[in-house]
């Protein structure tokens, strides 16, 4: 049954035609990939569901929570609203990519230490995104710390630890200016 077929009311799912594939070349998390991907299919679901890739997590669906956050390019961005085929020619890397890299060891020691990953739901958005704040070298205060990571939830931490573990590493690192609590 085509879309103009179903009885009103009722939608029918629509084939994987070749007009509806898109065939990608990307990088994911270090490694070459060539993938035949739905045009409309979110970068979310590539990972999850065509990759195994399942640290990256769906919660609203609507780009708020930051529980899909992944890398593209190195920069953080929501993978249930960038479509897979945008991800053409560019590099994406996951928790699961910079895990394995040992790039987010320190993080997820501090997470660790001050008990800001508790259900852990949003903790690889919370790590991709502290990380993409390391990375760019600002000199943040607790309040540009809270301002980078608003756009995840937390349901848990109340975004105290979390804070507290993103300010000490970047303590370590050397790259904090003071701020008043």
């Known amino acids: 049954m085509n879309l103009h077929d179903a009885p009103a ?3 029918a799912d629509l084939p994987a035609e ?3 594939m898109v065939e990608i070349h990307t990088v994911v998390n270090g490694r070459p990939m060539q993938c035949r991907v ?16 399942t640290g990256t997590h769906l919660g609203c669906e609507h780009g708020v929570c930051g529980g899909c956050s992944v ?8 993978g249930c609203l960038t479509l ?4 053409g020619g560019r590099c994406v890397e996951t928790i699961e990519g910079a895990s394995e890299r040992g790039v987010l060891r ?3 020691e501090e997470f660790a230490r001050r008990n800001a990953a508790q259900c852990g739901f949003c903790t690889p958005g919370m790590l991709l995104t502290a ?7 600002v000199r943040a205060t607790r ?5 980078h990571i608003s756009g995840n939830f937390c349901r848990c931490t109340g975004y105290q630890a979390i804070v507290d573990a993103i300010e000490a590493v970047m303590a370590r690192r050397g790259d904090h200016r003071s701020e008043a609590r």
């Open 9 to 11: 009311g009722i939608s």
């Open 18 to 20: 070749p007009a509806f």
């Open 38 to 53: 739905r045009a409309r299919q979110h970068l979310a679901d590539m990972v999850r569901d065509e990759l195994g890739l």
């Open 71 to 78: 890398l593209l390019d190195g920069a953080v961005v929501r």
């Open 84 to 87: 897979a085929a945008q991800a």
């Open 106 to 108: 320190a993080l997820q």
């Open 131 to 137: 990380h993409e704040l390391l990375e760019s070298g």
């Open 143 to 147: 309040a540009e710390i809270r301002e």
